[in-house]
Every structure is written in structure tokens, then in C-alpha cells.
């Protein structure tokens, strides 16, 4: 069964230095996203990506994180300059047809500790 | 903006049938989502429903929605072990930006 595989699925860092969290999406999938959860609270969305660009972001998605497709597989988040509320597990998502089928898929997530 | 609660507990007896409750805010929401996310693991979609159903059934899975109290509930007939897990709620307008609820909680005692 396709799935969507990221990659570290932890990694620690040190206050202040970049990072970067990487994730295959489903192969034929159109639309994808990164979510986070800071332990004990409500997964949240972060931002949206198609046709190689943002769609939609939320107001923690500010100009310390950026989003790429590098190339036809991978989808990255980066976080420039880390802090130490950054800490928690980004989820990445794909879907096919968003508005058509509704199904949004997850990986299993990369828990980043910020020391 | 768009809120999602759920309870954040339920125990249940194997065998038993469990009902995990949702309530949100959007009247707006096109699409209702149940996750599962057992420890260490990521969100594994169970199921969801559009707004213009009443009832979706899949196997064990029966998810109920009354639109009008913007309530959404999962039921999972002849719960077993391997349902023990935190289970989340979410909506959506887009199927895009999903709103999660706090996620419940399901323990299955034997």
C-alpha cells in the first residue's frame, strides 16, 4: 500500500541552527502539506503546497520556515534559525484530488528536539 | 476560527462497543475526518464523511453525523486491543487545512 515516508523520524538540534525535515509523498499525489503537534497539544497545520507553490499557510508558518520540491519525489520543510518552541513532531500529508476525494494521508512524522 | 473537542478519555471492555464523541464549530465544514495514531506512529486515517451524509459504515466503523449540533461520533463494534489508541477528530472545508480535535484516548481492558 502506498505511503508517505519522512525522514529523520528524530532529530535533535541546537537552538539556533537549521533544519531541514524531509518526506515522500504518495507518487501520484498533487497537493501536499506539512502539520505539526507540540507534545500534549492538537495537531496543527502548518502550510499547503501545489502546483509548486504555497497555497495556504498558517500564522505560525512565518519566514523562519520555508517549503520546497526540490524534485520529483521529495517535499521539504525547512526551519532556518530553530527555537526552542519549535519543538515538537512535524507530520507531512499528501492527498490526490483534495477537493474531489477528501483523503489526506500522513506519515508516520519527524519528532525535532531543540536543545 | 474553527474549533474541534473531543473528550479525552474512554475505557472500554474488549468485546465492547466503543462511541468516541466530537463536536465542532465550522458550519462551513465540507469534510469530517476520524485518525487514529497509535504510540510512536503517525495519523492513520480511518475514515470520513461528508457533510452532505448522515452515516458512513466500514466493517467495524460506523461514523454518525448530525449537522445540525455539528456532532460527529465514531463507533468501533467489537472493540479489541489493537484498537487501543488515541483517536482524532478533524474538519475541513478544503480537504486541505484540517482542524484536530484534542484527540481521545481509547484504552481496552480485557
Known amino acids: 500500500e502506498p505511503e508517505v515516508t519522512q525522514t529523520p523520524s528524530h532529530q535533535v538540534t541546537q537552538m539556533g541552527q537549521e533544519v531541514i525535515l524531509r518526506c515522500v509523498p504518495i507518487s501520484n499525489h498533487l497537493y501536499f502539506y506539512w502539520y505539526r ?60 484530488w483534495s477537493e474531489v476525494t477528501g483523503e489526506l494521508f500522513f506519515g508516520e512524522g519527524s519528532r525535532l528536539t531543540v536543545l | 476560527g474553527e474549533d474541534v473537542e473531543q473528550s479525552l478519555f474512554l475505557s472500554v471492555r474488549e468485546g465492547d462497543s466503543s462511541v468516541i464523541n466530537c463536536t465542532y464549530t465550522d458550519s462551513s465544514s465540507t469534510y469530517l475526518y476520524w485518525y487514529k495514531q497509535e504510540p510512536g506512529a503517525g495519523l492513520q486515517l480511518l475514515t470520513y464523511i461528508f457533510s452532505n451524509m448522515d452515516m458512513k459504515q466500514d466493517q467495524r466503523l460506523t461514523v454518525l453525523l448530525n449537522k445540525k449540533d455539528k456532532h460527529l461520533s465514531l463507533r468501533i463494534a467489537d472493540t479489541q486491543t489493537g484498537d487501543s489508541a488515541i483517536y482524532f477528530c478533524a474538519e475541513s472545508r478544503t480537504a486541505s487545512k484540517l482542524t484536530f480535535g484534542t484527540g481521545t484516548r481509547l484504552q481496552v481492558t480485557l
Open chain 1, 37 to 96: 503537534q507540540i507534545l500534549g497539544q492538537k495537531v496543527e497545520f502548518l502550510v499547503s503546497f501545489y502546483n509548486n507553490e504555497i497555497s495556504e499557510k498558517s500564522e505560525i508558518f512565518d519566514d523562519q520556515f520555508s517549503v520546497e520540491r526540490p524534485d520529483g519525489s521529495n517535499f521539504t520543510l525547512k526551519i532556518r534559525s530553530t527555537k526552542l518552541e519549535d519543538s515538537a513532531m512535524y507530520f507531512c500529508a499528501s492527498s490526490a
